[in-house]
Every structure is written in C-alpha cells, then in structure tokens.
C-alpha cells in the first residue's frame, strides 16, 4: 500500500485513477475544489471513507502558485503525488486566465510544494497529453510516426491564437516546465508523465446531467442523439484510448520503478466519428437518429488509415503493462453510462 495524493479527483480521468487506486489497496488523500464535490465522491466510496483509506484537500483554485501547500502535507506522509488537475475544455474567454495559468502554474506549484513540504515522495505523475506530442501544422503527416519522443513546437505567440491552440500550449508548456523543475531543482522524487489522445469511456464521476458531458466524449453522445445524422463532422485526432486504461496507466507509472522519468504515449489505435457512429447504430438499434452508409463526412482522410500518422505505443505496453481496449468496447460502456445519466 502507498500513500497517494490524487489531485481534481472529480474529473473525469481522476475519477477512474481514484478507482484503480482504491481497489488496488492504496490509501490516498484526493484534491476537489469544493467541499460539495468532496460529499459526492465521499458518498460514492462510503466504505474506503470509513476505514480510512479516502480523504480530501479542498483546493479552490490550482492557478494559485500555494494551492497545494497545505494539500501536500499528509500523516502518514505521502509516497506519491497523481496531478491529473488541469482544465479540458474551449469554452473560454482568456486563454491565458482560463487554460494556459491552470495548467502551467497547477504544475509548478504543486512541483515546488512537493519539493518543499513532501520530501517522502518519491515519484510524481502528471497528466500530460498528446496534445504536447503533435505538431499540428504538419496535419495528417501520413509518413510520420508519433512517439514519445516528440514535442509540439508551438510558440507563446501562437498559443493566444484561439482556444484549442491554448489548450494544446497549456499542455505543452506545463510538461516542458515539470521536466525543466526536475532538471533545476533536483528534487527527491522522479517524475512520470502520460500523454493521452482522445478519451473515450464510461463516466463514473458525478455527473448532474448529459449538458456538462467531457469534452472527448460529447461526439459519442452528440452520435447518439442524432446530431451526426445529416452530416458526420471531421474527426479531428484520429488516435484514442478508453480512460479505465488511462487510469491504469496513470497507477502504473508509480507502482513500476523502471517507469521513472519517462513520458508514456499511452493510444489505443486510430478510430474516426463514422465508425463511433456505426458502433452505436449496431449495439443500440433504437437509436433512430443515426447516420447511415451514405451519410457525408466523419470518415478518415484519402487512403483511409494510410493517410494518417502511425504512432508508437510500445513503451506504454512494454514497461506499464498496459493491454488496449477496442473502440467497441469504449463506446459500449460510454453509451450504457450516458443511458444512467438519461441518455
């Protein structure tokens, strides 16, 4: 058993991290921004509460470079610190103030926190994402192959342009930061990242109704309530992976040694929106409001998987163990959360 802080345990990923972690035996501490959210997930994990293995830090607002100086400080001490708190979503109205200031300063902050108040953590993972691999000026880039080696070039000039490019720099520079603290401050503990595409999968967080649904899971519900039904928008990132595996991932990278100072391009494969589509129209037949073969857009580009990237996921499956689900399962699983939630 390990002492693990978790932080923004409501959001989507954290919610599946925080499952693993719990079932796994260890004890952990999750970070919510407010005390209402703590009751939920408390009440969702009565039994963990009870016997002491689940607690909460409220942190209000990560953009705080102190937010989490009273959060790192735990009895017993923690061993390992999870940092999936970052904002997901481009709905915005200052990239700076909404995306890029969460993101990078949650980083540091909790980084020079750990270093200062924790020093018996041993190994930090953060929630990184494939949005600091791609470089998306390149496009579908067919001839190239993602891994982990790879870094978006995207300057500070370029991250203000809208609210996907934020997102996309808010990731880029909060990774580059956490391995430049590492490199400066040589602290005790190593340092992990994992760097999703897509999340696709099942909602265990609260979720009051479908309206305040996961940015990367809205095209599978959108699919489902005939939104597609004219026309399939483009894709987008063709590359995906189910958030159980993320979860996993994310356990993974504190529980195996060799997994130190590594960043891990964790995807399942290549997918796009007419497949969800087709998915759901032969799982869920009542769903009337489907497309159907003739239906325009949504598809992948010319020479179909062959004109898209290739990426390498090897590392992920060699030292996290990882073992991919398919898309069907994914968007099953979603689909069948989504009906709980009135879908």
């Known amino acids: 058993m390990t002492r693990v802080l978790l932080t923004g345990g409501s959001g989507f990923i954290a919610a599946h991290t925080l499952d693993v972690l719990l079932k796994r035996g260890h004890s952990v501490v999750t970070t919510v921004r407010t005390q209402a959210k703590a009751d939920k997930i408390k009440a969702a994990y009565q039994s963990y509460s009870d016997k002491g293995q689940l ?5 209000p607002d990560i953009a705080d470079p102190n937010a989490f100086e009273q959060a790192v400080i735990s009895d017993p001490p923690f061993e390992a610190v999870l940092h999936t708190a970052s904002p997901f979503h481009f709905n915005v109205t200052d990239v700076k103030k909404d995306l890029l200031d969460p993101a990078i ?4 902050g909790i980084l020079k926190s750990i270093k200062k108040s924790a020093p018996t953590v041993k190994r930090v993972v ?5 949005a600091s691999i791609v470089d998306a000026d390149k496009g ?3 001839e190239h192959t993602y891994s982990e ?3 978006n070039p995207i300057t500070q000039e370029q991250a203000t342009v809208s609210p996907i490019h934020g997102y996309r720099a808010s990731k880029t520079f909060a990774e580059k930061a956490a391995w430049e603290f590492l490199e400066k401050e040589k602290p005790n503990f190593t340092l992990a990242t994992i760097n999703p595409p897509m999340v696709f999968g099942p909602i265990i967080h609260n979720l009051e109704t479908l309206e305040n649904m996961n940015t990367s899971n809205q095209r599978i519900l959108w699919a489902a309530q005939g939104k597609f039904k004219d026309e399939i928008p483009a894709t987008g990132v063709h590359l995906w992976i189910d ?4 979860a996993e991932a994310h356990v993974a990278a504190f529980e195996k040694p060799e997994a130190a100072n590594k960043r891990f391009f964790t995807v399942a494969g290549l997918f796009s929106n007419k497949e969800i589509a087709q998915i759901i129209k032969k799982e869920f037949p009542q769903y009337k409001d489907l497309p159907s073969e003739s239906t325009p857009g949504g598809d992948y580009p010319e020479g179909g998987a062959n004109g898209i990237f290739k990426f390498n996921n090897k590392r992920s499956i060699d030292i996290l163990g990882l ?6 399962e994914s968007i099953v699983d979603s689909i069948k959360s989504f009906q709980a939630v009135g879908l």
């Open 149 to 151: 080696e790879d870094w």
């Open 323 to 328: 073992k991919y689900k398919t898309l069907e």
């Open 243 to 246: 958030v159980r595996d993320v």
């Open 126 to 130: 953060i929630t990184s994402s494939f």
């Open 105 to 108: 300063i949650g980083t540091t």
């Open 55 to 59: 607690g909460f830090a409220i942190v």
């Open 140 to 142: 579908f880039w067919p």
